[in-house]
């Protein structure tokens, strides 16, 4: 059977090089993921031996030294490893769509087998040993792509400063050797399933098949579709009351599981739905549109895998894109909302921090109420089993809480004394910590803490998970406040602007930069905008290029096994314009409907996901990147538009040699 899997391949080459170049790109995605990955765990975290440590005993009595030197390589790990859950869900996606479609459009071939006496085993095995006569060579040219690739992606990581050294490509062997092994499981699994549905067809049943599709929606797709679509849809319901943290992971793979549920049950929907949008064609351009919708209709499968890339990429990208956007832009407007302070004042270069002396001469301004200046430091906390980093603030919570919105979970609001400290509801719940229990903590440099938490806060970002007293002392250099919150009287605050003008001008315009709080805030919104855009881009460009290939790649599969269904309109006296448009009909219906089905997917999860958000005074905005989901769709139209005109008017030329050699 290997030598009939060969020659199958050899034969059907336009037919497998869907598949091919689909799971060439899809190793080649996973080994340059990989490799950028493995570029970050090969930087030493700690790479300056001399900086200050704190050792401290954790619940168990075992002592863990932490280093302030250490590099926190985590953001720019979590973002890879997002990247490459994105990549692996889009190759799996196309991958077994691919499978499946190119088995689908075999089906009088796997019945002419069986006709001259092949087995269901026999069959089988010669569908896995296509696959593999396509998903070797297909690996051995993602390998030798990610290669070539993986070096300049960490390059460009680099350009864009998400981490905070700057990463060089490490050894490629393994990242390559995961690739190409996932690649090849993934085919195999993908031509697995598709086999048994092969090896199912009955001869008789094959040779009295036109065109149409018989049976699409088998016993095991309907199954898996329906556990899909109630995994997915428990997870979205979970999400709003499940806080923020497990919120984003229910969202993310509710969402992804719905995506896969209208895919696998596309044959059962999509196409009465297409064939109500075809409406207006039939009245518009009654030949053409009359045939595409036909052919949506009755060509249920083929409809089902030309909606399935499409769908998925703008659901894949859709949810994170709009999570990411939304998670930002409630952050920012709870900051807005809890923020009471009339003006922000920072140091007049970029970076940098407030001196004391510039902080007590705001506080001795007439019109200045109240000021908020926290100092920022790193902290070593100890918890039951491990000891960890945490991002701390020397700072006066009655100070805060006048500048700042903040709540008292429990405990009393007042100055902190020495051996107490205040934490952030965040903190308190995640830890299970309370008024009154005890934590211990070092500052880098200095010896372990154990200090009483005297309140729990909820202000937002505003209150940092560890609050300790403005005296505190031992940290390793000193902190210093990186801004200042001011809070003006009446008769300032009703002229905040004249009033940064003059702060400015006595505190000197070379030292401080002070601005009211709706200017800072939009500053700092277009900072944090250009960084997540830079995570977007991290996130979705590799896979939307892929997605892109997948969704030509698939109408090529498609309009190969088209020639016949081509030549009977051409006989019937349908012209090639007629024919052309019937192509465009139906790839930008196709399209459309893919698109539609994912944004209702993706507003079902983002929607739940808004939910767990929680804005001071208000409900979570909802922020959705219209620009970059735009541009993908737009590219989807074009790759649709192009490649089945392309695809058309290839097989028109055949049709038209063929008649004139038949005239001749």
Known sequence: MWRISVQSVRHYWALFAGTFVALALGVALIGVSASALAATWAVDATPDGSAPSVTLKDGTGAARTLSSGDLDMGGVQSVLAMAGVVSAFVTVFV??????????LRRRDMGLLRLVGAGGGQVRRMVLGESLAVAVPAAVAGCAVAAVAAPLAVEALNGTGLSPVDLRPGPLLWPLVFAAGSGLVIAVLGMLAASKRAARVRPTEALREADLDSRTMTAGRAVTGVLA???????????????????????????????????????????????????????????????AAESVRTSRRRTASLVGPVLAILAIVGVFTTVLS??????????????????????????????????????????????????????????????????AALADPVALSRTHRITVVDGSLKPLEPGTVA?????AEWYGHRAGSTVTYGLFGGEPVRAKVAAVLDGGSAVPSVVLPPDTRGATPAPAPERAAVLLDERGAASAGAAAAQLTERL???????????????RSATD????????????TVPASLYALIAVASTLVMSYSRRGREITGMRMIGVSAGQVRRMALWETLATTTLGTLIAAAVVAWGVRAYQGSLSVFGGGAPLSVPWGMLGTLVAACVLVGVVVSLAATGRLLRRVSTASTATRQ
């Not at 070379?510 to 939009?522: A, I, K, Q, S």
């Not at 944090?528 to 996130?539: G, I």
């Open 95 to 104: 991958i077994a769509g691919t499978c499946a479609f190119g088995i689908a």
């Open 229 to 291: 679509l109630l995994g997915g849809a428990v997870m979205v319901a979970l999400a709003p009351g499940s806080g923020t943290e497990a919120a984003t992971p229910l969202a993310l793979f509710g969402t992804m599981a719905l995506a896969v549920a209208a895919t696998l049950l596309g044959p059962l929907y999509l196409p009465p739905l297409l064939r109500v949008m075809a409406l207006p064609l039939r009245w518009a351009d009654p030949v053409a549109g009359r045939l």
């Open 423 to 427: 934490i952030s509801r965040e903190f």
């Open 508 to 522: 000197g315009a070379d030292r401080v930069r002070v601005l009211p709080t709706e200017t800072w805030f939009g």
């Open 326 to 391: 939304t998670t930002g832009a409630a952050t920012s407007a709870d900051d807005r909302a809890r923020t009471t302070a009339q003006l922000v004042v920072e140091p007049a270069g970029d970076g940098g921090s407030l001196d004391q002396e510039a902080v007590d001469r705001l506080r001795e301004d007439p019109r200045v109420a109240a000021v908020s200046a926290p100092a920022p430091l790193e902290i070593a906390v100890a918890g039951p089993h491990s000891a960890w980093k945490e991002q």
């Open 528 to 539: 944090q905008d250009r960084l997540n855009n830079l995570v977007l881009a991290v996130l």
